[in-house]
């Protein structure tokens, strides 16, 4: 098939050459002809040698490379990629009777950036960040259904709110295949949370802190447990199975509360140790005892681009130092960020000065990150988007 060429400027080709996925505006030279949106171009350096074959978008990335072969991006192609990351979640374990929810596609770290598939028993949820991979959104489901076959029943598109709004693309979410669910059940690590991909936030379920809430539960037991932007409950459940005290969830989301009251009430029904409260995070830090000796902070991403990082880093060291202030001599304090913009480093150093405002003795524990499912492209540390801490508070 014959593709519309790009050609970069001198000296651009660097960051392709090794293996970076992403070309941007100010290295493109010229095209040959109007690449359309979601277009797949062939790239060349300066010299006419071959690089890449990607998608052309609109923006300061303008093009998500999919292959540094030159090959043709058919539905074998896609095919392939589908397999390759199937295989890798069997051989991670996570599809089990205990475990019927991972992540199944995760952008560039599975070789097809701009493109996230979620896996819930036998629905998957679809989100494209791309036009390119918003365009050919059939036959991506068409490869799913043939990789994982009977075990998907419904294939659900959910990108509305994730496309550039450059593109004028007016996405509509709807099932690709099935529907006759509009919400199911998904189990994790043996326990059920009830998941509403339609209206919920992301996918439905954040799948992320899969590994970091089994973390929790080990630190739970007798602690009195605050979760903060506790969203759908996750925290919250893993919490009481681990023999918390008591557990108290907040979030500034009506909606989520109702989740995550659900959600406690599938895993432990007539459980009198959870209370959930809707109010905003800082306002219940503020006026709330120091009675809790384990405190989950799980904001929403503060900084989604560079250009408000500084502000971001700020809202971060301000919610910590409320949590820090609080927290009982003797507690555990899980933080995380979940903004790409904001390094590992950014973060630990945001925490950092948190501690030494609300002069307190800090020990770190654990560092966390994003699971197996999600992985990174080692040429594509922009991938690493989840950063944690376990701190051990004197």
């Known amino acids: 098939m014959l593709y519309k060429k790009i050609y970069l400027s001198p000296k651009k080709e660097e960051s392709i050459k090794r293996f970076h996925p992403w070309i941007f505006s100010g290295a493109i030279h010229y095209a040959e002809g109007t690449p359309e949106e979601g ?39 896609w095919e392939k990629r589908f397999e390759t990351a199937f295989q890798l979640r069997q051989s991670l374990g996570l599809s089990y009777s205990r475990n019927n929810t991972y992540r199944l596609i995760h952008g560039e770290g599975d070789s097809m950036p701009g493109l996230i598939v979620d896996i819930y ?26 990789i994982m076959g009977n075990t998907i029943e419904n294939i659900y598109y959910k990108s509305e709110n994730t496309l550039p709004y450059k593109a004028g ?12 669910n509009p919400s199911g059940i998904a189990v994790e690590n043996g326990l059920r949370f009830r998941v509403d991909w339609i209206k919920g936030q992301k996918t439905g379920f954040f799948i992320d802190q899969r ?33 918390a005290r008591l557990v108290h969830s907040v979030d500034s989301s009506s909606k989520a509360v109702l989740l995550t009251d659900e959600n406690v009430r599938l895993n432990f029904p007539g459980n009198n140790r959870h209370q959930s ?6 306002k219940y830090l503020k006026k709330t005892a120091s009675s809790y000796d384990l405190i989950v ?25 409320a949590a820090l202030e609080k927290i009982q001599s003797g507690g555990i304090l899980f933080t995380f960020s979940c903004s ?55």
């Open 211 to 243: 590994d970091n809430r089994s973390l929790l539960e080990k630190y739970a037991d007798r602690r009195n447990v605050l979760n903060l932007f506790c969203y759908t409950g996750g925290f919250s459940c893993y919490a009481l199975r681990g023999g």
């Open 277 to 282: 409260f809707v109010e905003d995070a800082f």
């Open 169 to 180: 693309l007016e996405a509509e979410n709807t099932y690709l295949t099935g529907g006759e």
């Open 121 to 146: 028993g036998n629905t998957a949820v679809m989100q494209a960040h791309s036009p390119g991979m918003h365009i050919i959104r059939d036959k991506l489901a068409r490869a799913l259904k043939k």
């Open 39 to 77: 277009e797949i171009v062939e790239i060349y350096d300066s010299q006419a040698n071959f690089l890449a074959l990607g998608h052309c978008q609109i923006g300061s990335i303008a093009v998500r490379i999919l292959t540094f072969q030159n090959e043709p991006v058919n539905d074998l192609f």
């Open 340 to 394: 790409q913009a904001v390094s590992r480093e950014d973060f630990r150093l945001t925490v950092f000065s948190a501690a030494a405002q609300a002069k307190r003795k800090v020990k770190i524990l654990h560092q966390l990150a994003q699971p197996a499912d999600h992985p990174v492209d080692i040429y594509h540390p922009e991938g690493e988007y989840l950063k944690g801490l376990v701190l051990a508070v004197e």
């Open 297 to 321: 902070l799980d904001p929403p991403a503060f900084a989604k681009h560079r250009d408000v990082l500084r502000n971001a880093l700020q809202g971060y060291r301000k919610l910590n130092v």
